[in-house]
């Protein structure tokens, strides 16, 4: 059996192992890499938690598996308020990031305060891990059947992207908020 074969099979084998599993995440910041600072929404370049009830809305991808009347379910329904509620990503026009070796803060607002630390931590409901994946900064947060992975990351020297995957019963849905550094 040759490399390439060999490195598809284990490929294989991790996908059919389930999607649950966690990626290796460094606790080192990445240097050189800051998220520190003040940034505004850019509502044009951003997708909304409305946009999960509109998959017809250009730049918004839905799941091809879910149907729109699922999609209109989630959106009305209490998984996703429930989500928008801890995520306050979800809703933000400005975030106020304070970065350290061990663990970021953001303050949110509309919203309230988060703070986030590398490797894994009970919060509230959530089991959370959080920590690097070469400069981009993954958060992943797991209650019962609900599993939110959000992915930070610097797309331009003043722009910060935030994806947004979150993945309940119905399927997988995304949501991309970028943001400009004031």
Do not use: H
């Not at 284990?10 to 990445?30: E, I, Q, T, Y």
């Not at 209490?78 to 990503?89: C, G, K, N, P, Y």
């Not at 309230?112 to 630390?117: A, K, L, M």
């Not at 003043?158 to 994806?163: D, G, Q």
């Amino acid at each position: 059996m040759s490399m390439r074969t060999a490195g598809l099979m284990v490929c294989m084998l991790a996908a059919l192992g389930g999607c649950s599993s966690k990626p290796d995440l460094s606790r080192v910041n990445p240097p050189g890499l800051d998220f520190s600072g003040t940034w505004i929404i850019d509502f044009s370049a951003s997708g909304s938690v409305a946009d999960l009830g509109n998959p017809n809305r250009p730049g918004t991808p839905l799941d091809r598996r879910m149907s729109r009347r699922d999609a209109v379910r989630i959106a009305k329904g209490s998984d996703l308020e429930f989500i928008s509620v801890d995520f306050q990503v979800l809703r933000a026009d400005k975030m106020i990031i304070e970065l350290s070796r061990e663990s970021m803060g953001i303050r949110y607002q509309p919203g309230g305060y988060r703070d986030i630390s590398w490797g894994e931590r009970q919060r509230g409901l959530w089991e959370v891990t959080a920590g690097w994946q070469e400069d981009n900064l993954v958060v992943i947060s797991e209650a019962g059947r609900l599993r939110v992975v959000e992915t930070l990351s610097r797309t331009a020297p003043n722009e910060l992207s935030v994806r947004v995957n979150i993945d309940i019963d119905s399927g997988e849905q995304e949501i991309v908020r970028v943001f400009n550094r004031r």
